[in-house]
């Protein structure tokens, strides 16, 4: 994430209707953080199936397997319209929970049964290849046992970089209003952890209070990370946390930022409606396009 003022250095002007994004940038030492404003929530929908069905063919091609990395939250139903996209492999794809609330498969707070609801049990995806929490553990044992599931899959299906952490296609994170991404929340030890693919935390501010998350270096060794906020709700954090400075104290949507990979953040008019962008190109005064 950049830090100080932060100003988009180039603009690329779209509609934001009919799945033509306006696109923004954001200066960032690789170039690789983009902004895509679309018109209406169900055009970010299109545009997030877009963005994986072009991953997807893409690691396929590469080493004949696909991984997704699903948050909780609105995102399974602004996925809806990857059911029934053709042309998906969706026998080589395997899909991942970057958090996870350590409660039953049953429970309307489990994020698997959410997408199961919503997306998954509507696309031809295995089973087996469907990662799930292990129910009824403590959460300790729980978030163990999840990194197992991962370290247990060989490097075709999941590539491991330099470091050994593992390298996944494509996370696709939510924004919560305190800026936190997977169940990371601003001024937790959390937010530190090196040590370890999956953490536990006991005492979330968010209920439920158990869950378990990828950590930060997971997260950032991803190949692709898009970051999906919709909605006037969103409006106020993602300015802040696209536009304002915390350091010290970085927001954890602030800390996502790809050792090797690219960032895309996915919104809406709505949720865009705070972002200087708006101001400077209404004005002309668009600080330092290229
Ligand atoms: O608690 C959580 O919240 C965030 C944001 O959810 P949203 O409904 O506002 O989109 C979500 O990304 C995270 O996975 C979830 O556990």
Redesign the pocket.
């Known amino acids: 994430m950049p830090s100080g003022e932060v100003a988009p250095v180039s603009t690329s002007k779209g509609a934001g209707l009919g799945g033509i994004p306006h696109k923004f940038f954001y200066q960032d030492e690789k170039d690789d953080y983009a902004v895509l404003q679309f018109g209406s929530p169900a055009a970010v929908g299109s545009g997030l199936a877009t963005y994986v069905q072009e991953a997807s063919a893409a690691a396929i091609k590469e080493r004949g397997a696909f991984t997704l990395v ?6 399974f139903k602004a996925l809806s319209p990857l059911i029934g996209l053709p042309g998906l492999d969706l026998s080589k794809w395997h899909v991942f ?5 350590n409660v039953p498969h049953s429970s309307p707070d489990s ?1 698997f049964k959410g997408a199961d609801e919503v997306l998954l049990s509507k696309v031809a995806i295995p089973r087996e290849q469907i990662y799930a929490i292990r129910e009824h553990l403590p959460v300790n044992e729980a978030a163990t046992e999840y990194a197992g599931q991962l370290l247990r899959l060989d490097e075709q299906v999941l590539p491991r970089n330099a470091e050994g952490l593992p390298v996944f296609d494509v996370i696709l ?5 305190d800026g ?4 990371l929340f601003p001024n937790r030890s959390q937010l530190a952890a090196t040590d370890a693919w999956v953490l536990p935390i006991e005492n ?1 501010p ?1 209920p439920p209070p158990e ?1 378990i ?1 990828f950590s930060l270096p997971v997260i950032n060794s991803a190949k692709q990370i898009g970051i ?2 919709a909605g006037e ?2 409006a106020e954090i993602v300015q802040r946390v696209l536009e304002v400075q915390s350091l010290p104290g970085a927001l954890p949507a602030q800390l996502v930022r790809p050792t090797a990979g690219s960032v895309t953040w996915f919104l809406d008019v709505a949720s865009a409606q705070n972002l200087a962008i708006h101001k400077w190109e209404s004005t002309k005064d668009f600080p330092r396009s290229s």
């Open positions: 699903l948050s909780g939250g609105s995102l929970f970057v958090d996870e609330r994020n994170l939510g924004l919560g209003p936190h991404v997977a169940s979330s968010k869950r998350t999906v906020a709700g969103k």
